[in-house]
């Protein structure tokens, strides 16, 4: 059993969920120190100071870990920097991005240099940088050339092979719930899962809803996800317009969340942006029927066998969701199976890969 130290800048919702999912059911013994939730951009850019006082008082506790899996949002650089005089200069570092800033869409449509650049050091000073999913990696394989030319000089070059070169793919462990069995009744339950930010293009929800309205159908609702900091205005559009159509509104406890997962029919997204998925995972697993875009790493996330299915083509949303709703008796029938490919996306399947390639850097000559 080795000794790894898992450090998240970010130990609130998903990542939390990571961290201590890896934690539980890895056969290496996993400690983690973190910062609590906070803003983003602030771990990034300073959460390493913090973060490297916390490693070593953990080293002095514990002597040096054999690796150091770092979550992608803080400086790993500056971090490794920091924390140059506990740790080992052997010690394997393997950064996991959950998210990558030069591939996150912002709202003028341009990306954050500075965060860009610290994601940048941190992958040169990372052995390997594991993405979560193949769409992701690609993302920024394809972008990264593009943004390091535009610097005002091009002395980062040299080094973009090697870095490409770390970057490998390892979904997120899932804690994929129990498949609900379930009844259809009439209308089908809804929901949405993710957060209510522009990335998730909820005003394509709303714009659905009311055609649907229109056309004599109707639906129940379930209005999940993290709210931002200032209340959606097209969330509230849908509590004043659809109130009617509403079986639950979050936020949920996770026990209140699964159950609500177990009496729902249809899972959706409009997303515009999603390197992974968790919530949509958790979903199918519960036995919904997804709704989803043929992009991004949905395509991943369900297998070939059902694209036709549950994939619309971008711009479509509308009558994608308008049919499914139509049709879910017909399309609970022709997605039977799907709920249980899931499972491949569980911590049961995913530590032990996770586990795998942690050990075979460790035993690495350095």
């Not at 803080?74 to 490794?80: H, I, P, T």
């Not at 055609?211 to 959606?232: I, Q, T």
């Not at 159950?259 to 959706?268: A, Y």
Request: proline share 6%; hydrophobic share 45%.
């Amino acid at each position: 059993m080795s000794s790894v130290l898992l450090v998240e800048p970010w130990f609130a919702g998903s990542h939390q969920r990571w961290a201590e999912g890896y934690r539980r059911v890895s056969a290496h013994d996993v400690s983690i120190v973190s910062l609590s939730e906070g803003p983003w951009r602030w771990r990034l850019r300073a959460g390493a100071v913090p973060l490297a006082a916390d490693i070593g008082r953990f080293v002095s506790e514990n002597g040096s870990p054999d690796v150091l899996l770092v979550s992608g949002l803080v400086d790993v650089a500056q971090l490794l920097g920091l924390a140059r005089n506990h740790l080992d200069h052997s010690t394997p570092v393997v950064v996991f991005q959950h998210e990558s800033q030069i591939v996150y869409p912002t709202q003028h449509g341009s990306v954050d240099q500075e965060a860009v650049l610290r994601n940048w050091m941190s992958w040169c000073a990372a052995d390997v940088v594991l993405f979560n999913s193949a769409f992701h990696r690609q993302a920024v394989i394809d972008a990264l050339p593009v943004f390091l030319y535009q610097l005002p000089e091009a002395d980062q070059l040299f080094e973009l092979d090697a870095v490409l070169n770390r970057f490998e793919v390892m979904p997120v462990g899932v804690d994929v719930p129990a498949l609900a069995a379930r009844s259809l009744g009439k209308p089908p339950v809804v929901v949405w899962p993710h957060r209510w930010e522009n990335d998730k293009d909820p005003a394509a929800f709303l714009s659905a809803l009311r055609r649907l309205r229109r056309n004599g159908g109707e639906v129940r609702l379930v209005l999940a996800g993290v709210e931002p900091v200032v209340v959606s205005s097209v969330r509230q559009s849908i509590i004043d317009e659809f109130g009617d159509w509403l079986l639950a509104v979050g936020p949920f406890s996770r026990q209140r969340y699964l159950e609500l997962l177990g009496r729902s029919d249809l899972v959706i997204s409009c997303a515009n942006h999603e390197f992974f998925g968790i919530a949509v995972v958790e979903a199918i697993g519960a036995g919904c029927v997804p709704v989803l875009p043929k992009g991004l790493a949905y395509p991943e996330i369900v297998p070939e066998p059902w694209h036709d299915d549950v994939l619309y083509e971008r711009g479509s949303f509308g009558s994608a969701f308008q049919s499914a709703v139509e049709n879910i008796d017909a399309l609970t029938a022709r997605t039977d199976g799907l709920a249980e490919t899931m499972s491949r996306f569980s911590w049961a399947a995913v530590a032990p890969r996770l586990d795998e390639r942690l050990a075979g850097l460790i035993a690495e000559p350095r």
